[in-house]
């Protein structure tokens, strides 16, 4: 049988940041407390836990990568949430919000995860914020926490 190489739910001693943006605040900010919840229940630390605000998702990449380039954090965690309207604005912040967030992780080498929800409803924003079932910044979180661990252990 292969040797199998997970990684664990303990972020004690990790350091995480979090950007997040300010734009469908209502929302985002429900997705924040979860990423919060989530790192706490994992044994990090208030102390060892940094959030930036972004005016939006556009601007998320910018800001994950000046904070990956610091290398103060063990992983980034990006935060925001993207609502269809009338117009093709959706698709392009959602677009390269996306690319981005991928583009940073990539060149960075450090774990940076996208919590960034595409919907194309209030409704659905408010299902994925958590109001239902699932908060997307509370898996984002442990996604950073299982990926810090994961490189701890390659």
Known sequence: MPKIVEGKLNAEGKKFAIVASRYNDFITEKLVSGSLDALTRCGAKDKDI????????????????????????????????????????????????????????????????????????????????GAKLDNKGFSAAMAAVEMVNLFDAV
């Open 50 to 129: 940094e959030v930036f605000k972004v005016p939006g998702a556009f601007e998320i990449p910018l800001v994950a990568k000046r904070v990956a380039q610091t290398q103060r954090f063990d992983a980034v965690i990006c935060l925001g949430a993207v609502i269809r309207g009338a117009t093709p604005h959706f698709d392009f912040v959602a677009a390269e919000a996306s690319k981005g967030i991928a583009a940073v992780m990539m060149e960075t080498g450090l774990p940076v995860i996208f919590g960034v929800i595409t919907v194309d409803t209030i409704e659905q924003a408010i299902e994925r914020a």
